[in-house]
């Protein structure tokens, strides 16, 4: 099946989503909640296109409309343009001080006095990567909390949680830096919660909480956990590559 | 002597007026005296022919008397008089505001008169605890019919001729909907009753379950039969606990008739039906954030763009129809579709219930066919406004909805002309507003119903409803400025179309229909800083018209802030230091002599 | 407790049955309780917790004994329910969503409760009242012991 994106003739298969089919064929569309591991969210709307199916113009999310027709796509009409200054405005009141928020407003022509404000310290915008990256896993230690406009993420009781395994993975997944990891000493504080870190036996860097270890060998077994980082077990597996290269 | 029944009306609002008590001491005083009478209770609808207001409300049947605002201790001199002797006791009639006297039977006022009962059929005739009464009625012929004469193909080329489109909101045509959902052969499939109403001012799919729960089981059943369904569930909102009652003990009823169950009257077909309480969650009434909420989530709805006939509950092909949809079903089945095409407009078939409630002077669900104009629904259904107070707007479709003003009053009344207008349908909902109600406070309203209700997924919705808010409350408060109004636009404009789902694409709607028809009144908060239907407390002021005062002293008894002074034979005015601008004086005022200034002194 | 649960097949369509039967049972969902569904049904602490918090009809505070629930759906909006609810805020001295010190009263606000005919109404425990004034609101509180006598 082909579709026809900004005047692009793009080949594409049934259901696969607009965004995957833009990026392969080299078409910026913007994003915040899109994650290519932890997709279909939805949530953030920078990803909308105008499509034309069978005549009928409509607004779509890229990142979760599936393909089924040969359909048209304009990824920056003016209505686009306006539908992304406007959202970008919006979360520029939610985080007034988020520096990925304010690049991407200089893109989009964001005028620099607006009318909302908002809590200078905030930089989340409500996505749920990192919620959907904490279920995945399996630990589902946080989760979004209340409803409208008062909505948030938090652990159970705003409280240290029980599940949590201080993994990262929330933080490493968040488009805007919100959720703070603080090391210091062998220490790593994520969510109100302390973790011991273990190091490296290799160089000696500490890389990973005891918790996330553990769980990895309940979920793993024994053997295939071991106490490296991810640069050293890089750096074994390229050695053992230069090994066997160099025997051949 | 003859025997007679009695039915005293047991819905929320005659609750409200202790029916309860009524009930209890007419069922007593019945007994005492060996009176040769059935007392029941039953359930009628709020504010089923407007008369709730009026109740608690008895009939007596089979005489056609209906008694209005009936309180306990009238209970001996009904069974004395009327019942054991058929007197009419004529200070318990209800009066017509209409034909200025009082009436024998509900049925004989204009506001029943001009109605016509499809979905509503049975409201208020029957005992909902009772299937053989809606056997009686003819209940259930309709799902025989179904099953031994006609083929599941016949049944949706029926109810496909039949022009019949969702009574919920959307106004999707049924018929499509079912025959799309059997082309999948991928079972199991769900036949699902949105229950979960929540529009503020919509009480319709309440009064059914309560009133009928047996119509909505039987058009479910029905349509499982045509799709090829083995299971359903009906989502009922946790607020209607009388609803949830009732319509459980329907299905267990009909299980216990093979109605519903294991081989359906010796068919061979197999359909059974689950009750889901809602959570209180207005968003859970959009169909995929309630089937969400069925799987045991939180209410949070996905995008459409592959439809729940498909891919619907668990992944599943689904039917999801509305409870007025449903309660359509049964007679479309029996009466056929030509008879239903033969009522309503073109593109939009049949009647539709509406709750006509606020500032009119009957309220009630009214069930009228399609294309009715707004000012007879307004004027001689509802009686004109309270007080003959000066007409403003309707709105209709509840938050999703928008206000439509005078010059619109003519609008026959149907799916498409509404969205024309810039409202909906909605589950038909029809508030009237009127000089005292304020427009930008009523939008504001909904926008602040949205901020609580939204589920708070997508950016569009969320921050866009939020800052529209606050946009429209500065507005209210005096510090709105004129460009405000561009960008207030210009978010409806990019939340409508960013949204996910349908929530937030119609949440635009009461501003954007506000701003069309009413933007005359937005400039008096802007510029002139005042607000002309004397809501907005920072741009208010009353006076008492000198002229007008009756000194009677009504307002000053009324006054919570005790601002307003005066004796007997003088006129009373106010002290606007101390007035907190609630409006009860201007509201309690007979002689309309309290008004709101034309110039607020800051 | 474990009855409560197991009054449900241990499937995740049940959890929102099994919290509102808590919230009958309680009043409020106990957060030890809460723990204890998690581990009965297998189903992670934060999910409930999201739940929990989404659904306006379970509440993770203790409720008073005598629910307010004072109707703002749209016909009740525009007949005035803002004087009806500023009435039982002096006279109880809380505001939506609090519940009074002695345990008493709590009180919420609806949006709407499907008796736009006889528009104000509030609802204590169960109990309607409609057409309302804030005189007839005084009278009501003062019935269940809610008004002071000053």
């Excluded at chain 1, 860097?205 to 996330?212: S, W």
């Excluded at chain 2, 040769?36 to 609808?45: H, L, S």
């Excluded at chain 2, 409630?357 to 066919?369: A, R, W, Y």
């Excluded at chain 3, 109404?121 to 008004?147: C, D, F, H, P, Q």
Aim: charge should be positive.
């Amino acid at each position: 099946m082909k579709i026809i994106i900004d005047n692009i003739e793009c080949e594409a298969q049934k259901d696969e989503t607009l965004l995957q089919i833009a990026r392969r064929n080299d078409i910026h569309i913007p994003t915040l909640c899109h994650n290519d591991a932890l997709p279909g969210l939805g949530s953030c709307r920078l990803c909308v296109v105008e499509i034309v199916d069978k005549g009928r113009r409509s607004v779509v999310a890229s990142c979760i409309y599936p393909v089924r027709n040969e359909i048209e796509v304009y990824t920056c009409s003016d209505k686009i343009k306006n539908i992304r200054r406007n959202l970008l405005m919006l979360l520029r009141g939610r985080v007034p001080n988020d520096e990925t928020i304010k690049k991407l407003c200089k893109e989009y022509l964001v005028p620099d006095r607006i009318k909302f404000s908002g809590d200078k310290d905030e930089h989340c915008i409500l996505c749920g990567l990192c919620v959907k990256a904490c279920q995945e896993l399996g630990a589902s230690a946080i989760s979004t909390v209340n409803r409208g406009i008062t909505k948030k993420v938090t652990t159970p009781y705003d409280e240290p949680s029980a599940q949590c395994i201080g993994c990262g993975s929330c933080a490493y997944v968040c488009p805007t830096d919100a959720i703070k990891i603080e090391e210091k000493d062998g220490i790593r504080n994520i969510w109100n919660k302390e973790f011991q870190l273990l190091r490296c036996t290799r160089c000696g860097k500490p890389f990973a909480t005891k918790e996330q270890l553990e769980y990895n060998r309940e979920k793993l077994g024994e053997a295939h956990v071991k106490l490296l980082c991810e640069s050293c077990k890089k750096a074994i597996i390229a050695e053992k590559l230069k090994d066997i290269y160099e025997k051949v | 002597m003859m025997s007679r029944t009695v039915y005293v009306c047991c819905g929320t609002g005659c609750l409200a007026n202790n029916s309860m008590d009524v009930y209890k001491q007419l069922k007593k005083l019945a007994q005492k005296y060996e009176a040769d009478v059935e007392v029941k209770t039953i359930v009628k609808a709020t504010g089923c022919n407007g008369l709730c207001e009026k109740g608690p409300l008895v009939k007596i049947q089979p005489d056609n008397i209906c008694y209005s605002k009936v309180k306990p201790d009238d209970a001996e001199e009904i069974v004395k008089r009327t019942l054991m002797n058929g007197e009419i006791i004529d200070r318990l009639l209800i009066y017509d505001t209409a034909l200025k006297r009082r009436v024998i039977s509900h049925k004989d006022t204009d506001f029943y008169k001009c109605q016509m009962k499809i979905a509503l059929r049975n409201i208020g005739e029957i005992d909902p605890a009772n299937i053989d009464e809606y056997m009686e009625r003819g209940g259930y012929k309709a799902l025989r019919k179904a099953l031994f004469q006609m083929t599941p193909q016949d049944v949706i080329s029926e109810i496909e001729r039949s022009g019949l489109r969702g009574r919920g909101g959307g106004g999707f045509p049924t018929g499509v909907k079912w025959r799309q959902c059997s082309k999948f052969q991928n079972f199991p499939k769900y036949v699902i009753c949105n229950g979960d109403e929540g529009d503020p001012g919509a009480f319709m799919d309440r009064s059914i379950m309560e009133g009928d729960p047996n119509t909505v089981i039987e058009g479910m059943t029905i349509c499982a039969y045509s799709i090829n369904s083995n299971r359903g569930f009906i989502y009922i909102r946790d607020e209607y606990s009388l609803a949830l009652n009732n319509m459980n003990n329907a299905l267990n009823q009909a299980r216990e008739r093979g109605l519903l169950g294991k081989n359906i009257l010796n068919s061979g077909f197999d359909f059974d039906i689950e009750i889901v309480r809602g959570g209180g969650a207005f968003v859970c009434g959009e169909s995929t954030a309630l089937m969400q909420s069925i799987e045991g989530n939180v209410g949070e709805p996905r995008a459409k763009y592959i439809r729940s006939v498909e891919k619907g509950l668990w992944g599943q092909p689904t039917v999801l129809n509305n409870v007025e949809t449903w309660a359509n079903i049964p007679e479309i089945i029996m009466k056929g579709s030509d008879w239903f095409c033969s009522i309503g407009t073109e593109n939009s078939k049949g009647t539709k219930v509406f709750s006509l409630v606020g500032k009119v002077k009957n309220t009630g669900l009214v069930e009228i066919p399609m294309g009715t104009t707004l000012r007879e629904l307004v004027y001689k259904i509802g009686g004109g406004i309270i007080g003959d107070k000066k007409f403003k707007a309707v709105q209709t479709g509840g938050p999703s909805g928008g206000c439509i003003a005078e010059d619109l009053l003519d609008l026959p009344v149907d799916f498409d002309s509404l969205k024309e207008a810039g409202s909906m349908m909605g589950s038909g909902g029809i508030i009237v507003m009127d000089e005292r109600t304020c427009m930008i406070d009523v939008a504001r309203y909904y926008l602040s119903f949205l901020s609580e209700e939204s589920c708070g997924k997508c950016v569009a919705c969320r921050e866009g409803i939020k800052r529209m808010l606050e946009i429209l409350t500065d507005i209210c408060d005096g510090k709105g400025i004129e460009e405000d109004l561009e960008l207030l636009e210009s978010l409806c404009h990019t939340v409508e179309e960013a949204s996910l789902c349908g929530l937030g694409k119609t949440a635009p709607n009461p501003v954007l229909t506000t701003l069309k028809h009413f933007r005359n009144e937005y400039y008096a908060h802007i510029i002139e800083k005042r607000c002309p239907a004397g809501v907005c407390p920072e741009l208010t002021a009353y006076e008492i018209d000198k002229k007008l005062c009756k000194s009677c002293g009504l307002c000053a008894k009324n006054c919570p802030a005790s601002a307003i002074l005066g004796k007997r034979g003088e006129a009373y005015s106010i002290n606007t230091q101390l007035c907190i601008k609630c409006g009860n004086c201007i509201d309690s005022c007979r002689f309309n002599a309290v008004k709101v200034k034309k110039e607020v002194g800051k | 407790m474990r009855t409560l649960f197991e009054k449900y097949p241990k499937e995740k369509r049940y959890t929102l049955s099994i919290l509102q039967d808590l919230q009958k049972q309680y009043g409020y969902i106990p957060k030890d309780k809460l723990i204890e569904l998690s581990q009965y049904m297998g189903i992670p602490l934060s999910r409930l917790y999201s739940m929990a918090t989404f659904y306006k009809a379970l509440s993770l505070k203790p409720k008073g004994k005598y629910i307010i629930k004072v109707c703002d759906g749209t016909a009740c909006h525009i007949r005035s329910s803002k004087t009806i609810l500023d009435e039982i805020e002096n006279t109880l001295g809380i505001k939506p969503g609090e519940t009074t010190d002695d345990g008493k009263f709590s009180l919420e606000t609806v949006n709407c409760l499907g008796s736009c005919a006889i528009a104000p109404v509030m609802v204590i425990n169960n109990k309607y009242y409609g057409k309302l004034t804030s005189s007839m609101v005084r009278e009501i509180l003062k019935e269940y012991g809610g008004a002071d006598d000053e």
